[in-house]
């Protein structure tokens, strides 16, 4: 990694801070990964990932600025990645999930904010993030109260374009949101000089389209009773999904649900068939926090699915392909964009029943709530999850917490409590 020093100089990063993170990142990793057993050998390429993270990846977004090309930031699923493509652009996700740059955000931001979003916004403050400091704009949207508030300050730091993200799913909201993404379309093309066309545009959805199949495949194997792959692998994968290149991405899960059907098919599995299976839902997860699905794992659980933006929320729906003109594309996009229940929609019905169809598919025995500190969206709507779970009998613990290691041993009881409550 030392051989990209004068790259992350030349990205103006706080050289001293950014060695002490990628120190405890190593650490973190391979504390949490590299000690599990049977892992699938398609999980070596992600190592790899991992190991450059702030390396060959920063490498390859510069050499595509170098040749003329966008770097985008973005912090949620609502931005539609077919756009920024299309635009000659390459997005990244900058959602923070490290302790790390949260005291940095706390110097300017109150400290009663979802950690989600200190993290985020100390990391462009610190200047310890290279995709922050790669990124020529970054895309916001008004989805939570803090998400949208921080945009008018980060804007002081980068240049910020917010997307307005209705709250209802009406038609009036509908049109809305097409307007949006019509907009998003201009800026894109304003930023880069590219002009999206059909051609470009239905090119791109098929790549992402394809993405989002590759990553569901590994989902569907996880329906497996044993789980041929943790649960602590598979959000890896999905959180690698918002900073590799799509297309190697792509290729290299596909390989890897190659080898998990072919383990499916023997009744291989990375644990015993007795181990109690926990649907996890809530709040999305950023690289590095694997807190949850650790404290999980480490009590002899395993998560086979996370009804997540880093999870299905990701790529149960596609965009339909074959519209015939650029219109009836944006419309495609601006539709299948809405399917998301994100519990910033109100009412939002259809996240209860993809849990409640999520714990039948997956096989689930107990569902595990996340709730980042003070994120009230996901916080309120759990009673309406757990309602809905009391129902059909399946037991529920709730997770609030925040980047800190603090709860850490609070945690571990009450998930080590749960998982027993679930294996009786
Ligand atoms: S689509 S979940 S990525 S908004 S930042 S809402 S955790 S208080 S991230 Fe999200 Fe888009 Fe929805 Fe997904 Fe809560 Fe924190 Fe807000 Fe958050």
Request: with cysteine; proline share 4%.
């Amino acid at each position: 990694m030392s051989d990209y020093n004068e790259m992350w100089k030349g990205l103006g990063l706080d050289m001293e801070r950014h060695d002490q993170l990628l120190n405890a990142l190593g650490a973190i990793y391979s504390g949490v990964y590299m000690g599990q057993k049977d892992r699938p050998k398609g999980m070596e390429y992600f190592d790899f990932v991992m190991s450059e993270v702030h390396g060959l990846r920063i490498k390859e977004l510069l050499d595509h600025k170098e040749k003329g090309g966008k770097i985008v930031g973005t912090f949620c699923l609502y931005v539609p990645d077919e756009i920024i493509l299309a635009g000659g652009g390459v997005s990244v996700g900058l959602c923070g999930g490290a302790q790390f740059s949260v005291t940095d955000a706390e110097a300017v931001l109150p400290r009663n904010l979802c950690p989600l979003i200190k993290s985020a916004f100390g990391f462009k403050l610190a200047r310890i993030c290279p995709y922050f400091e790669a990124a020529d704009f970054v895309v916001g949207e008004t989805t939570c109260d803090g998400k949208k508030k921080v945009w008018e300050l980060l804007n002081e730091h980068i240049p910020t374009y917010v997307m307005e993200l209705p709250q209802m799913k009406r038609e009036m909201d509908k049109d809305l949101w097409l307007k949006e993404i019509k907009a998003f379309m201009e800026k894109m093309g304003k930023e880069s000089g590219v002009k999206i066309t059909p051609e470009t545009l239905e090119e791109k959805i098929k790549l992402v389209n394809e993405k989002r199949k590759a990553i569901k495949r590994v989902f569907e194997t996880r329906k497996a009773n044993p789980a041929p792959i943790s649960g602590k692998d598979a959000l890896l994968i999905s959180q690698i999904a918002f900073y590799d290149d799509p297309e190697r991405f792509t290729a290299k899960v596909n390989e890897l649900a190659d080898e998990l059907e072919e383990r499916n098919k023997k009744g291989k599995g990375v644990l015993d068939k007795k181990t109690p299976r926990i649907l996890v839902s809530g709040c999305p997860m950023a690289i590095p926090n694997w807190k949850l699905h650790s404290a999980i794992e480490d009590s002899g659980g395993a998560v086979v699915c996370e009804e997540s933006c880093v999870g299905t929320r990701y790529f149960t729906h596609m965009v339909e392909e074959g519209c015939p003109t650029l219109e009836e594309k944006l419309k495609a996009i601006a539709e299948r964009y809405l399917k998301i229940n994100c519990s910033c929609f109100s009412p939002n019905e259809d996240r209860i029943k993809d849990i409640l169809r999520y714990v039948k598919d997956y096989n689930a025995s107990g569902v595990i709530h996340y709730t980042l500190q003070f994120c009230h969206t996901y916080n309120v709507e759990f009673v309406k999850v757990k309602e809905a779970l009391n129902k059909v009998n399946i037991p529920v613990l709730e997770i609030e917490t925040d980047y800190s290691e603090g709860d850490a041993g609070q945690l571990k009881t009450r998930v080590e409590a749960f998982v027993e409550q679930v294996s009786r």
